[in-house]
Nanobody
């Protein structure tokens, strides 16, 4: 299985920056995609940005001018650089990974690997 551990959240003033990190570990065979989702109170979880192993990215229009996703394949780690943060960016940010890992029944693909989330609060 795959374990994901996020770090880097916190409280920041509007206009500030934060960098989130997410490291994947476990019986990983390959990870195709890693990404960040966020969920604000009372709202559905939404995609922020995702990156494939080859480097292709998909970033939400709401953040694409301000957020940058990157990945270190050797470390199975994904980063989200968030600049010019706004109060509406306040949410719990979750890391997601899609790939193949060893499970008790053998290797299989899963797109349902999630971290516990890290809180990002943008407030003055």
């Amino acid at each position: 299985q795959v374990q994901l551990v996020e770090s880097g959240g916190g409280l920041v003033q509007p206009g500030g920056s934060l960098r989130l990190s997410c490291a994947a570990s476990g019986n990983i065979i390959s990870i195709n995609s890693m990404g960040w989702y966020r969920q604000a109170p009372g709202k559905q979880r939404e995609l922020v940005a995702a990156i494939l192993s080859g480097g292709s990215t998909n970033t939400s229009e709401a953040v694409q001018a301000r957020f940058t996703i990157s990945r270190d394949n050797a470390k199975n780690t994904v980063y989200l650089q968030m600049n010019s943060l706004k109060p509406e960016d306040t949410a719990v940010y979750y890391c997601n990974a899609k790939g193949v890992a060893y499970y008790s029944g053998g290797p299989r693909y899963s797109d349902n690997n999630w971290g516990r989330g890290t809180q990002v609060t943008v407030s003055s």
